[in-house]
C-alpha cells in the first residue's frame, strides 16, 4: 500500500475510478478502485510552491501505487485553485472529463460515503467559504443531495465582506459589516472611531471590495467581533474556536426569542441574533460568556427550525452534516439532539475530518456516480 493512502474507506458500490483533487484548504487527494476510496494524507494549503509539489506528488504516488487508471478527474468550483488547474490539464493531456464538484456538495458527500449512503439526504454545509454555482462566496447552505445531483434549498442570509478576503482574517470587519447592515451607524462610529471605521462604511456604501457571502464562519467571526473575542485571527478559525470555548465554560442556556426569521424562499436571516449580541456590555466578562452561550443556542434553535422546515417539504428524513463548522461540539451537539427529537437521522463526519480535508472524499464519490 502507497505510503501516501492515509484512509481506506468502503463505498456502498462498486463505480469506476476516478481521482479527486480536492480543494485549497487542508488539500488531500483521493482515488476510487471499485467499492474503495483511497484518501492521502493532508499536504496542507496549497498556498505555496513547496505544498503544490506535494499535492502533484500524492497524486502520482496513489495512481502508481494503486494502479488506477482514472475514468475521470474530480476538482472545486474554483478556477484559482492550484488543484483545480493541475485537474483540467492531467484530464485534458488524458482525454479524460475534468468534473467540477461544487464545494459544499462535496462536503456533504464526503459524509453520505463514509457512512455508505447511496440516496436521497438532506445536507446542511456550514463552513468559512466556497465557491456556489452562481459564482457567489457559499458558506451557509441546505442542500437537497441526491448521489451527483444536488439543489440548493436555502442559504443564510448574506453578509458584506468589507476588504474581501480580509474579512475573513479579521472578526472585527464582520463586526462592522452586521452593525451596517443593521443600520446602527452611531454605533460604527462608537466602535471603530477614525479613518478605520468611516473607510468600510465608504466601502459599504459604494459596494467597493465588499462581496456578499452566505458564510456561517462569517457570522461566528462577526459575532465575536461584537463581543470583542477576537478583533484580528492569527490563525484560521480562531474566533469561532474562542467563542465556543466561552459558550462551553459558560454551560447550557436557553436559546433567544425572535432572534431568527426563516423566509418564503429558504434564506435564514440571523441578523436578529447579531442585533441581540451588539447590545451585550463587552466590559463585563460574565455579560460576554452568556452572550457566547445564548449565540450557540439560539443558532442552533434557529438551523434545527430551517432544517425541520425544509425536511418535512422535501420528504427528506436524513440529514447530513458536513463543513468546518461541524468542528464546533457546542453547536453540533445541540443542533444533532433537537433534529433527532424531531425524528430525522443524522449523519456526521467522523472517520473523517468535517473540514476541507474530506472534500477530495466527496468529489470522489459525486464523480464517479456522474460516470456510471
Request: net charge negative; proline share 4%; hydrophobic share 45%.
Amino acid at each position: 500500500m502507497t505510503q501516501a493512502v492515509l484512509r481506506t474507506l468502503s463505498l456502498a458500490r462498486s463505480l469506476p475510478p476516478v481521482l479527486a483533487v480536492g480543494a485549497w484548504f487542508k488539500n488531500t487527494v483521493c482515488v476510487t478502485r471499485g467499492d474503495e476510496a483511497f484518501l492521502s494524507a493532508s499536504v496542507g494549503d496549497l498556498a505555496d510552491a513547496e505544498a503544490c509539489r506535494a499535492f502533484e506528488a500524492a497524486v502520482d504516488d496513489m495512481l502508481a501505487s494503486l494502479q488506477v487508471a482514472p475514468q475521470g478527474v474530480a476538482h472545486d468550483l474554483h478556477p484559482d485553485f492550484h488543484s483545480t488547474r493541475f485537474a483540467v490539464d492531467f484530464a485534458d493531456r488524458r482525454g479524460l472529463p475534468a468534473i467540477g464538484v461544487q464545494h459544499h456538495h462535496a462536503h456533504i458527500a464526503a459524509v453520505a460515503a463514509e457512512h455508505g449512503v447511496d440516496g436521497r439526504l438532506l445536507g446542511l454545509a456550514l463552513d468559512g467559504v466556497g465557491l456556489g454555482t452562481d459564482g457567489n462566496a457559499w458558506g451557509g447552505e441546505l442542500l437537497d443531495v441526491d448521489g451527483a445531483r444536488s439543489r440548493r434549498l436555502g442559504h443564510l442570509r448574506p453578509l458584506a465582506l468589507p476588504g474581501g478576503d480580509r474579512a475573513a482574517r479579521e472578526p472585527w470587519r464582520m463586526a462592522l459589516a452586521a452593525l451596517y447592515a443593521l443600520g446602527r451607524f452611531d454605533e460604527i462610529a462608537r466602535r471603530y472611531p477614525g479613518v478605520r471605521g468611516s473607510t468600510l462604511v465608504q466601502m459599504l456604501d459604494r459596494g467597493v471590495n465588499c462581496p456578499a457571502t452566505s458564510s456561517a464562519g462569517r457570522v461566528f467571526d462577526a459575532a465575536a467581533g461584537l463581543l470583542g473575542v477576537c478583533a484580528q485571527q492569527t490563525f484560521e478559525g480562531e474566533a469561532p474556536m474562542l467563542l465556543e470555548r466561552l459558550a462551553a465554560r459558560h454551560g447550557s442556556v436557553a436559546p433567544l426569542d425572535d432572534a431568527y426569521t426563516i423566509d418564503a424562499e429558504g434564506c435564514l436571516d440571523l441578523l436578529p441574533l447579531l442585533a441581540r449580541v451588539a447590545e451585550v456590555d463587552t466590559g463585563n466578562p460574565d455579560a460576554v460568556g452568556r452572550a457566547a452561550a445564548e449565540f450557540h443556542a439560539t443558532l442552533a434553535a434557529a438551523l434545527a427550525a430551517w432544517v425541520r422546515t425544509r425536511a418535512v417539504a422535501a420528504d427528506i428524513r436524513r440529514v447530513a452534516f458536513g463543513g468546518g463548522c461541524f468542528h464546533n461540539r457546542v453547536l453540533g451537539t445541540a443542533l444533532r439532539a433537537r433534529l433527532e427529537a424531531d425524528g430525522l437521522t443524522v449523519l456526521e463526519a467522523k472517520r473523517l475530518p468535517p473540514s476541507d480535508s474530506g472534500v477530495a472524499l466527496g468529489q470522489a464519490w459525486i464523480a464517479a456516480q456522474s460516470l456510471h
